[in-house]
């Protein structure tokens, strides 16, 4: 499965890797703690995947990822790290309001990813439903006056 975001994304959204080095740590340290950073693309991931489904459940996990995905998921990513850090301001919290609402139009079919080929579901045509003959909302004896 590709990856949604890499080290070379965030930098792409303006964050260097001492900065991320800053951010994922609570002491001086000098290297990237890739468990915080794991857990913060696996967090963007995860928000992208659930507003994706709706209308592109078929080509789902993305492989290879379209360039779109990797940026939303890169500035989602910035923001779980500063969040982590205890430190969003009024910048970071706008990108990601702006990211969310891109997810929602997403999800909606108002903002389409360009990387991506619809893919149909394949279907033999049978559809299975679990009602009854109690869940008519008419009698049949009240649909013979039509």
């Known amino acids: 499965m ?7 994304d965030l930098k792409k959204v303006g964050l260097s890797e001492k900065k991320i080095i800053q951010l994922t740590n609570d002491g001086k340290a000098d ?6 950073l794991t857990g913060c693309i696996a967090a963007a991931k995860t928000m992208i995947d659930g507003f994706a489904v709706v209308k592109y459940s078929a080509a789902m996990p993305f492989d290879p990822v ?3 995905i990797k940026t939303i998921t890169a500035i989602l990513t910035k923001y779980f ?3 982590f850090a205890s430190a969003v301001d009024e ?3 706008k990108l990601y309001d702006g990211q969310m609402a891109l997810l ?3 999800s ?3 903002f389409k990813l360009l990387d991506v080929q619809d893919k149909k579901v394949k279907s033999d045509g049978v559809t299975f439903t679990q009602k009854k003959p109690t869940d008519r909302a008419f009698h049949p004896s009240k649909l013979g006056a039509f």
């Not at 590709?2 to 070379?8: I, K, M, Q, S």
């Open 2 to 8: 590709a990856d949604y975001c890499t080290l070379e």
């Open 31 to 36: 290297t990237i703690n890739e468990g915080v």
């Open 66 to 68: 379209p360039g779109q």
């Open 81 to 83: 790290l500063y969040e």
């Open 91 to 93: 910048k970071i919290q």
């Open 104 to 106: 929602r139009k997403l």
């Open 108 to 110: 909606t079919g108002t």
